[in-house]
């Protein structure tokens, strides 16, 4: 099973580039989510999508963009990259019904490392 | 606004010792829940356990146990006799209430080392 997929595993870009990190899960979950983790930071939320259709910003969202495609996909996009983006980027998806607290656990990808020069 | 402490950046123990990693907690919410996530070293990150803003009962897992406390916000995990394999950096992670449904928000972690 895959699980949550995301590609790609690893970039590098020069500042001012742009790139889109893709994330599809196969799970039919309705929740579905950017981090970003840096040292001594832990996971800090970029965005998230409540559900299909729906996008709402997180604790870092500047210099980000996302889209919710369908159910199953959830892309990250830097317009237009900065070294402060650096980081290792996660996408994670769960259960969760639309106006309820959040019950499910958080299903993760494997991470993709950006790095910006 | 939501907000999740862990004030312990790294506890070094040695191997059978208990140690108890701490996680405080800010929300306005009255329902919400509480989350344990364990990243080894290979990097996945691993759930633990989740637990709801009504139950307020300890839980035990062979040697893993949390204590919930609302009246000090808090959500600590206690492992007992500490193995190598428990090495690796622990996430604490608060979900929003129905005002921010699905939005779940971690601490900064703290990496734990267990000393042969």
């Known amino acids: 099973n895959a699980g949550v997929t995301q590609t790609p595993k690893f970039q590098v870009l020069k500042t001012g580039q742009s790139m889109t990190l893709q994330c599809a899960q196969d799970?039919?979950?309705?929740?579905m989510y950017w981090y970003r983790q840096d040292p001594g930071m832990g996971l800090r939320l970029i965005y998230y999508s409540a559900s299909e259709g729906t996008t709402d910003k997180g604790e870092v969202p500047n210099g980000y963009n996302v889209s919710r495609l369908n159910k199953r996909e959830f892309s990250l996009r830097l317009e237009s990259a900065a070294p402060s983006q650096t980081s290792v980027y996660f996408c994670?998806?769960?259960?969760?019904?639309?106006?309820?607290?959040?019950?499910?656990?958080?299903?993760f990808g494997e991470g993709s490392r950006l790095t910006v020069l | 606004a939501q907000k999740v402490t862990q004030a312990q950046t790294e506890i070094s123990v040695v191997e059978k010792e208990d140690v108890t990693l701490d996680c405080v907690y800010e929300?306005?919410?009255?329902?919400?829940?509480l989350f344990w996530y364990k990243q080894p070293p290979s990097g996945e990150l691993v759930f633990l356990i989740r637990r709801n803003s009504f139950d307020e009962q300890n839980e035990i897992s062979g040697r893993y146990s949390w204590n919930f406390q609302k009246s000090t916000s808090s959500f600590n995990f206690t492992i007992t006799a500490s193995q190598v394999v428990d090495s690796a950096v622990y996430f604490c992670a608060l979900s929003g209430g129905y005002s921010s449904a699905s939005k779940i928000i971690f601490g900064s972690g703290t990496r734990l080392s267990i000393r042969p």
């Open positions: 994670a998806s769960s259960e969760a019904l639309v106006g309820a607290a959040n019950t499910g656990e958080l299903f």
């Open positions: 929300t306005r919410d009255t329902t919400y829940y």
């Open positions: 799970m039919n979950h309705n929740s």
